[in-house]
């Protein structure tokens, strides 16, 4: 069954740094490329940052070089090292996988709860 728990949320002061961590199962590590997603207020989810099975990884244009994500296949988890945070990156946070073809999730893919993140002074 496939599961996913996301934690490391919270409430930081801007240009404050957050670890984000995804506990997932019932997903094969070495095929699939794993990813966070953002959901703002008022908006769809989108795709923050992917990684390969192989460690290859992708950034939207608006975190790029301020996060880093990275996945630890013997443990079934994904991280998501967060720095120089902006109000911008408020939002609950998910993981789950890739679908490379859309660039997005899977159709019917189960969601965890997700972690909140709050940037605000």
């Known amino acids: ?70 996945r630890d296949n013997a443990k079934n988890t994904l991280y998501l090292q967060m720095n120089s945070l902006e109000p911008k990156d408020t939002g609950v946070y998910f993981c789950n996988r890739v679908n490379l073809i859309t660039g997005t999730s899977y159709p019917n893919d189960i969601w965890g709860r997700g972690t909140q993140v709050t940037v605000s002074s």
């Open 1 to 70: 069954q496939v599961r996913f728990v996301e934690s490391g949320g919270g409430l930081v002061q801007p240009g404050g740094s957050l670890k984000l961590s995804c506990a997932f199962s019932g997903i094969d590590n070495s095929i699939y490329t794993m990813g966070w997603y953002r959901q703002a207020p008022g908006h769809e989810r989108e795709l923050v940052s992917s990684i390969s099975s192989g460690g290859s990884t992708r950034y939207l244009d608006s975190v790029n070089a301020r996060f880093t994500i990275s």
